[in-house]
């Protein structure tokens, strides 16, 4: 489903977070001039078509100890990868999970899965899982550690079209 | 903050989902047997301490509108930083990380159409005399992600 403007509306408002009150969704609709029960359908139509993941508390990785994470990259075998790739999603510990295109020669791999652990031991160990599941479907792979951030703005509605 | 085990049953429970219903937090405070206030006033006191990110409907990205594409580059050393300021000025840069591979720069590209990604990572070659190298995604698969609170 493509979003029309009431929806977009309804993103701007809400993609920084939901208000801490007893009837969030009606304060939203008051502030948009619409009524709840617009709202709320609206809401679960977004999610049913897949624009609205889900609704619900992101933790802060680091307060709860999660401090360690790598990216880890994968040459899968191409006919393998959409089931496998399904597989390596479905970890508790992968944060985001992609196919992405090979850039031969310098870059064999095509699966990208994020890990995040309590340390780096950890880690490495959560990468063995991966490699387990992956098996002989997997020719190759590496894990990226992040050792600095050097810009970091979140993902935005986009201003333009309605 | 130190959490105590309501504070942990709330996050791991509030990872799951929250409901789309007139009275959500009584809903959720009804299936944690707490009171409702209680439940508010925590996640309020979670949200000040930065134990919660964020609150709220998560987006797709690219149904937010626009297209998103992960670039990296390899640069040498003794340019890295230089490189960094140069690539972090362009707006469309929407994170970047230093990383430990020959590729060493990865960064999150945000335009508005999928033309866009292009120009702007030719113009990141241009002003930079380095490659950008591309890794849009092909496909995405389902994350059951959670943090053990």
């Given at each position: 489903m493509t979003p029309d403007t009431t929806d977009r509306a309804i993103i701007a408002a809400t993609q920084s977070g939901l208000p801490l009150v007893p009837h969030p969704y009606a304060a939203i609709a008051t502030d948009l001039g619409l009524s709840e029960d617009e709202?709320?359908?609206?809401?679960?139509?977004?999610?049913?078509?897949?624009?609205?993941?889900?609704?619900?508390?992101?933790?802060?990785?680091y307060a709860l100890g999660m401090t360690a994470n790598g990216m880890s990259v994968w040459d899968v075998d191409g006919a393998q990868v959409a089931t496998l790739g399904q597989r390596v999603g479905n970890l508790e510990f992968v944060s985001h999970c992609y196919e992405?295109?090979?850039?031969?020669?310098?870059?064999?791999?095509?699966?990208?899965a994020m890990i995040h652990g309590s340390s780096r031991d950890e880690v490495e160990?959560?990468?063995?899982?991966?490699?387990?599941i992956l098996g002989s479907a997997c020719q190759g792979h590496d894990i990226l550690y992040?050792?600095?951030?050097?810009?970091?703005?979140?993902l935005?509605?986009?201003?333009k079209k309605g | 903050m130190t959490l105590d085990d309501t504070d942990r049953l709330i996050l791991n429970h509030l990872q799951e989902g929250f409901p789309i219903?007139?009275?959500?937090?009584?809903?959720?405070?009804?299936e944690l047997e707490i009171p409702e206030?209680?439940?508010?006033?925590?996640?309020?006191?979670?949200?000040?301490?930065?134990?919660?990110?964020?609150?709220?409907?998560?987006?797709?990205?690219?149904?937010m509108g626009g297209a998103f594409c992960?670039?990296?580059?390899?640069?040498?050393?003794g340019e890295f930083d230089a490189v960094a300021r140069q690539v972090n000025t362009h707006p469309e840069v929407a994170h970047n990380y230093e990383r430990t591979h020959r590729l060493n720069m990865w960064f999150v590209l945000a335009t508005e159409t999928r033309d866009e990604i292009e120009e702007v990572a030719e113009r990141i070659e241009a002003q930079t005399g380095h490659r950008v190298w591309l890794f849009p995604k092909l496909q995405e698969f389902f994350i059951r992600f959670r943090v053990a609170a």
């Open positions: 709202l709320c359908t609206r809401l679960r139509a977004m999610q049913a078509g897949g624009i609205i993941r889900r609704i619900a508390v992101a933790p802060n990785h992405r295109p090979r850039a031969l020669p310098d870059w064999p791999y095509n699966l990208f160990a959560l990468r063995q899982t991966i490699a387990d992040s050792t600095r951030i050097l810009k970091k703005t979140g935005r509605l986009r201003s | 219903d007139p009275n959500p937090f009584q809903v959720v405070a009804k206030a209680e439940l508010i006033e925590r996640l309020e006191v979670m949200k000040a301490a930065r134990v919660i990110t964020r609150f709220g409907p998560f987006y797709d990205a690219a149904a992960l670039c990296a580059m390899a640069i040498p050393d």
